[in-house]
Protein backbone atom coordinates (compact mmCIF):
# COMPACT_ATOMS: atom_id res chain seq x y z
CA UNK A 1 0.00 0.00 0.00
CA UNK A 2 1.59 3.60 -0.89
CA UNK A 3 2.42 6.22 1.86
CA UNK A 4 0.04 8.14 0.17
CA UNK A 5 -2.64 6.08 0.72
CA UNK A 6 -1.82 5.12 4.43
CA UNK A 7 -1.81 8.68 4.79
CA UNK A 8 -5.31 9.64 3.47
CA UNK A 9 -7.07 6.83 5.38
CA UNK A 10 -5.69 8.25 8.70
CA UNK A 11 -6.57 11.66 8.16
CA UNK A 12 -10.05 10.64 6.51
CA UNK A 13 -10.33 8.23 9.80
CA UNK A 14 -9.40 11.99 12.14
CA UNK A 15 -11.47 13.73 10.11
CA UNK A 16 -14.52 11.50 10.60
CA UNK A 17 -13.95 11.30 13.93
CA UNK A 18 -13.76 15.37 14.24
CA UNK A 19 -17.27 15.74 12.17
CA UNK A 20 -19.04 13.04 14.57
CA UNK A 21 -17.81 14.46 17.87
CA UNK A 22 -18.70 17.93 16.56
CA UNK A 23 -22.11 16.59 15.27
CA UNK A 24 -22.79 14.50 18.56
CA UNK A 25 -21.87 17.73 20.26
CA UNK A 26 -24.11 19.97 18.64
CA UNK A 27 -27.04 17.24 18.47
CA UNK A 28 -26.43 16.87 22.34
CA UNK A 29 -27.21 20.72 23.24
CA UNK A 30 -30.71 20.22 21.06
CA UNK A 31 -31.60 17.31 23.25
CA UNK A 32 -30.95 18.43 26.21
CA UNK A 33 -32.88 22.07 25.09
CA UNK A 34 -35.85 19.91 24.06
CA UNK A 35 -36.01 17.50 26.49
CA UNK A 36 -36.33 20.42 29.34
CA UNK A 37 -38.91 22.17 26.89
CA UNK A 38 -40.56 18.79 26.80
CA UNK A 39 -41.21 18.47 30.63
CA UNK A 40 -42.23 21.98 31.07
CA UNK A 41 -45.23 21.16 28.58
CA UNK A 42 -44.28 22.99 25.89
CA UNK A 43 -44.90 20.85 23.14
CA UNK A 44 -48.07 18.80 24.90
CA UNK A 45 -50.26 19.95 21.91
CA UNK A 46 -48.15 18.81 19.04
CA UNK A 47 -47.73 15.50 20.69
CA UNK A 48 -51.25 15.06 21.90
CA UNK A 49 -51.76 15.94 17.82
CA UNK A 50 -49.51 13.32 17.03
CA UNK A 51 -50.47 10.70 19.46
CA UNK A 52 -54.11 10.88 18.16
CA UNK A 53 -53.17 10.37 14.39
CA UNK A 54 -50.56 7.73 15.14
CA UNK A 55 -47.62 9.46 14.37
CA UNK A 56 -45.70 6.16 12.32
CA UNK A 57 -48.07 6.16 9.77
CA UNK A 58 -47.17 4.45 6.25
CA UNK A 59 -45.69 7.49 4.72
CA UNK A 60 -43.64 7.52 8.04
CA UNK A 61 -42.75 3.70 7.34
CA UNK A 62 -41.76 4.32 4.05
CA UNK A 63 -39.46 7.39 4.92
CA UNK A 64 -37.36 5.06 7.80
CA UNK A 65 -36.87 2.37 4.90
CA UNK A 66 -36.27 4.87 1.97
CA UNK A 67 -33.49 6.61 4.43
CA UNK A 68 -31.91 3.20 5.74
CA UNK A 69 -31.70 2.28 1.70
CA UNK A 70 -29.63 5.65 0.87
CA UNK A 71 -27.53 5.17 4.02
CA UNK A 72 -27.17 1.65 2.65
CA UNK A 73 -26.06 2.73 -0.88
CA UNK A 74 -23.64 5.24 0.79
CA UNK A 75 -22.40 2.93 2.77
CA UNK A 76 -21.10 0.99 -0.30
CA UNK A 77 -19.78 3.51 -2.26
CA UNK A 78 -18.04 4.02 0.80
CA UNK A 79 -16.73 0.63 0.76
CA UNK A 80 -15.94 0.67 -2.95
CA UNK A 81 -13.97 3.58 -2.77
CA UNK A 82 -11.80 2.36 0.36
CA UNK A 83 -11.22 -1.08 -1.34
CA UNK A 84 -10.06 0.62 -4.66
CA UNK A 85 -7.67 3.68 -2.63
CA UNK A 86 -6.33 -0.04 -0.61
CA UNK A 87 -6.17 -2.40 -3.10
CA UNK A 88 -5.96 -0.45 -6.30
CA UNK A 89 -8.82 -2.66 -7.93
CA UNK A 90 -12.64 -2.69 -8.34
CA UNK A 91 -14.57 -5.20 -6.66
CA UNK A 92 -14.70 -8.79 -8.26
CA UNK A 93 -17.72 -11.01 -7.85
CA UNK A 94 -18.11 -14.77 -9.32
CA UNK A 95 -14.92 -13.46 -11.68
CA UNK A 96 -16.65 -10.58 -13.14
CA UNK A 97 -15.85 -7.36 -12.17
CA UNK A 98 -17.40 -3.75 -13.15
CA UNK A 99 -15.06 -1.06 -14.04
CA UNK A 100 -15.65 2.65 -14.71
CA UNK A 101 -14.57 4.31 -17.59
CA UNK A 102 -12.31 7.43 -16.97
CA UNK A 103 -11.38 8.38 -20.67
CA UNK A 104 -13.38 8.80 -23.83
CA UNK A 105 -10.82 6.54 -26.21
CA UNK A 106 -13.37 3.70 -26.82
CA UNK A 107 -16.33 6.37 -27.23
CA UNK A 108 -16.31 6.54 -31.20
CA UNK A 109 -14.61 5.46 -34.21
CA UNK A 110 -11.70 8.43 -35.15
CA UNK A 111 -12.35 7.71 -38.31
CA UNK A 112 -15.72 5.81 -39.67
CA UNK A 113 -13.45 3.37 -42.71
CA UNK A 114 -11.73 1.36 -39.43
CA UNK A 115 -14.82 0.31 -38.28
CA UNK A 116 -15.75 -1.10 -42.06
CA UNK A 117 -12.29 -2.16 -42.65
CA UNK A 118 -11.89 -4.73 -39.72
CA UNK A 119 -15.31 -5.39 -39.30
CA UNK A 120 -15.41 -4.14 -35.50
CA UNK A 121 -18.49 -4.46 -33.31
CA UNK A 122 -19.33 -1.05 -32.47
CA UNK A 123 -21.69 -2.09 -29.75
CA UNK A 124 -18.66 -2.94 -27.55
CA UNK A 125 -18.19 1.14 -27.39
CA UNK A 126 -18.48 3.11 -23.98
CA UNK A 127 -18.43 6.64 -22.82
CA UNK A 128 -16.81 8.39 -20.31
CA UNK A 129 -19.05 7.40 -16.57
CA UNK A 130 -20.29 4.28 -18.07
CA UNK A 131 -19.87 1.41 -15.70
CA UNK A 132 -18.76 -1.90 -17.98
CA UNK A 133 -18.88 -5.41 -16.70
CA UNK A 134 -15.83 -7.30 -17.61
CA UNK A 135 -14.86 -11.10 -17.06
CA UNK A 136 -11.61 -12.50 -16.02
CA UNK A 137 -9.99 -13.64 -18.76
CA UNK A 138 -9.14 -17.70 -18.11
CA UNK A 139 -7.58 -18.47 -21.64
CA UNK A 140 -5.22 -16.34 -21.84
CA UNK A 141 -3.86 -18.24 -25.72
CA UNK A 142 -7.15 -17.55 -27.03
CA UNK A 143 -7.83 -14.04 -26.84
CA UNK A 144 -9.96 -12.95 -29.91
CA UNK A 145 -8.67 -9.96 -32.18
CA UNK A 146 -11.42 -7.19 -32.23
CA UNK A 147 -12.75 -7.62 -28.77
CA UNK A 148 -12.09 -5.51 -25.96
CA UNK A 149 -9.92 -6.41 -23.23
CA UNK A 150 -8.23 -4.44 -20.24
CA UNK A 151 -5.03 -4.90 -19.53
CA UNK A 152 -3.19 -3.14 -16.75
CA UNK A 153 -0.53 -0.72 -17.16
CA UNK A 154 1.63 1.08 -14.91
CA UNK A 155 -1.37 -0.36 -11.73
CA UNK A 156 -4.19 0.76 -13.77
CA UNK A 157 -6.70 -0.84 -16.10
CA UNK A 158 -6.51 -0.02 -19.67
CA UNK A 159 -9.65 -1.04 -21.29
CA UNK A 160 -9.29 -1.13 -25.43
CA UNK A 161 -9.38 -3.10 -28.58
CA UNK A 162 -6.99 -5.98 -29.48
CA UNK A 163 -5.75 -5.00 -32.99
CA UNK A 164 -2.97 -8.15 -33.16
CA UNK A 165 -1.83 -10.92 -31.35
CA UNK A 166 1.21 -12.72 -32.13
CA UNK A 167 1.03 -16.33 -29.38
CA UNK A 168 4.85 -17.00 -30.11
CA UNK A 169 6.54 -13.46 -28.80
CA UNK A 170 3.68 -12.94 -26.40
CA UNK A 171 2.74 -9.82 -27.36
CA UNK A 172 -0.23 -7.62 -27.54
CA UNK A 173 -1.12 -4.36 -29.49
CA UNK A 174 -4.07 -2.55 -28.70
CA UNK A 175 -5.88 0.83 -29.61
CA UNK A 176 -8.61 2.62 -29.00
CA UNK A 177 -11.03 2.79 -31.19
CA UNK A 178 -10.98 7.31 -30.98
CA UNK A 179 -7.30 7.06 -30.62
CA UNK A 180 -5.26 7.10 -34.24
CA UNK A 181 -2.23 5.56 -33.09
CA UNK A 182 -1.54 2.12 -31.45
CA UNK A 183 -0.73 1.39 -27.14
CA UNK A 184 2.84 0.65 -26.25
CA UNK A 185 3.40 -3.06 -26.64
CA UNK A 186 1.61 -5.27 -24.10
CA UNK A 187 1.99 -8.55 -23.20
CA UNK A 188 0.16 -11.58 -22.63
CA UNK A 189 0.53 -11.98 -18.68
CA UNK A 190 -0.49 -8.00 -18.46
CA UNK A 191 -4.12 -8.97 -20.28
CA UNK A 192 -6.92 -9.13 -17.36
CA UNK A 193 -10.01 -8.79 -17.99
CA UNK A 194 -12.18 -9.32 -21.43
CA UNK A 195 -15.44 -6.96 -21.95
CA UNK A 196 -18.75 -9.12 -22.19
CA UNK A 197 -20.54 -5.95 -23.72
CA UNK A 198 -23.00 -5.25 -20.86
CA UNK A 199 -22.82 -1.62 -19.20
CA UNK A 200 -24.64 0.58 -17.50
CA UNK A 201 -24.65 4.23 -18.85
CA UNK A 202 -23.17 7.33 -17.07
CA UNK A 203 -24.09 6.06 -13.33
CA UNK A 204 -20.00 5.41 -12.99
CA UNK A 205 -20.07 9.24 -11.75
CA UNK A 206 -21.31 8.63 -8.53
CA UNK A 207 -18.58 5.70 -8.23
CA UNK A 208 -15.88 7.68 -9.99
CA UNK A 209 -16.54 10.51 -7.01
CA UNK A 210 -16.40 8.16 -4.44
CA UNK A 211 -12.83 6.70 -5.54
CA UNK A 212 -11.93 9.94 -5.16
CA UNK A 213 -10.14 11.14 -2.01
CA UNK A 214 -12.29 14.03 -1.04
CA UNK A 215 -15.39 11.63 -2.01
CA UNK A 216 -14.17 8.91 0.55
CA UNK A 217 -13.81 11.92 2.95
CA UNK A 218 -17.35 13.58 2.10
CA UNK A 219 -18.99 10.27 2.21
CA UNK A 220 -17.41 9.35 5.59
CA UNK A 221 -19.09 12.91 6.68
CA UNK A 222 -22.58 12.66 5.39
CA UNK A 223 -22.81 8.82 6.81
CA UNK A 224 -21.61 10.20 10.09
CA UNK A 225 -24.18 12.95 10.06
CA UNK A 226 -26.89 10.68 9.24
CA UNK A 227 -26.36 7.98 11.53
CA UNK A 228 -25.81 10.48 14.23
CA UNK A 229 -29.41 11.89 13.14
CA UNK A 230 -31.52 8.38 13.45
CA UNK A 231 -29.86 8.17 17.09
CA UNK A 232 -31.01 11.51 17.80
CA UNK A 233 -34.79 10.97 16.44
CA UNK A 234 -34.88 8.05 18.28
CA UNK A 235 -33.99 9.27 21.73
CA UNK A 236 -36.56 12.62 20.83
CA UNK A 237 -39.01 9.66 19.99
CA UNK A 238 -38.63 8.20 23.51
CA UNK A 239 -38.63 11.69 25.30
CA UNK A 240 -42.04 11.83 23.49
CA UNK A 241 -43.31 8.81 24.35
CA UNK A 242 -42.32 9.56 27.88
CA UNK A 243 -44.24 12.80 28.18
CA UNK A 244 -47.43 11.35 26.27
CA UNK A 245 -47.51 8.47 29.41
CA UNK A 246 -47.25 11.46 31.78
CA UNK A 247 -50.02 13.51 30.03
CA UNK A 248 -52.80 10.10 29.50
CA UNK A 249 -51.56 8.94 33.10
CA UNK A 250 -52.17 11.93 34.87
CA UNK A 251 -56.12 12.38 33.53
Not at 113 to 132: K, M, P, R, S, W
Request: proline share 1%; charged share 20%.
Amino acid sequence: MKSITIITIVVVALLTCIIFLLTWLAYSSYLKTYEVEVKHGEHDEKLKKEYVVKKKSRKGVIGIIGSYLVLTLLLGLFTSGIVYRVSGNNLCINNNTALVIKSGSMSKFYNDDIAQEYNYDTHLQFDVGDICIFEKVQDKDSLVIGEVYGYKHNDIIITHRLVSFNIDSQECRFRGDNNNAYDSVVYLPNVIYHYVGKKIPSLGVFVLYAQSYFGIWSLAGIMVIAISSEIVYHKIDKINKHRLKVLFYAK
